[in-house]
């Protein structure tokens, strides 16, 4: 019998995805389960990382004014429980200069956004990553839980990596 690539051993993982997703990305191995924070973890051998790594996912820039501004107390009680993961993080997946070159009509002003944002990464320990678009933002998750399973999981040092994608 042949023995797994390394590749293969850090792609033998399943996505957990919050049952609460408005727009989920579309993975092959992708579980849907309620979370009790966060849109985004991973399940390997049977384990659920959620206290390891977990995703938050933010599609729009009218989303992001909203949960600064009318939502900012329950996004940021939503933010206070992903600090019991080691590894957590909003993914955005639209670019940086569209937060604050178009923002949505209303009362918030992009450098109020700018700073909230900036709080909350400093005060939760939450970066927050601007992708450009969903393909980006999708592809960006699934490395992170490929990484996270070579480097957390596996403790596999070096190698490299042909036909990623």
Not at 21 to 34: D, L, S, T, Y
Not at 49 to 62: D, L, P, Q, T
Not at 124 to 140: H, T
């Amino acid at each position: 019998m042949k023995k797994p690539s390394i590749d293969a051993l850090c792609r033998d993982f399943d996505i957990i995805q919050d049952t609460r997703e408005q727009e989920p990305f579309k993975f092959n191995r992708a579980i849907v389960q309620g979370l009790p924070f966060g849109d985004y973890t991973i399940v390997h051998n049977g384990k659920n990382y959620i206290n390891e790594i977990v995703c938050e996912r933010k599609g729009s820039v009218s989303e992001i004014y909203a949960l600064t501004g009318k939502e900012r107390d329950r996004f940021e009680r939503e933010l206070q429980k992903m600090t019991v993961s080691r590894r957590r993080f909003v993914l955005c997946e639209f670019d940086y200069l569209e937060l604050v070159q178009n923002p949505p009509p209303g009362i918030l002003e992009p450098q109020s956004v700018y700073g909230t944002i900036i709080s909350f990464w400093t005060r939760y320990n939450i970066p927050f990553f601007f992708m450009g678009n969903r393909a980006n933002a999708r592809n960006f998750l699934y490395k992170t839980f490929y990484f996270f399973v070579k480097y957390e999981i596996l403790k596999i040092k070096h190698f490299r990596m042909k036909n990623f994608l």
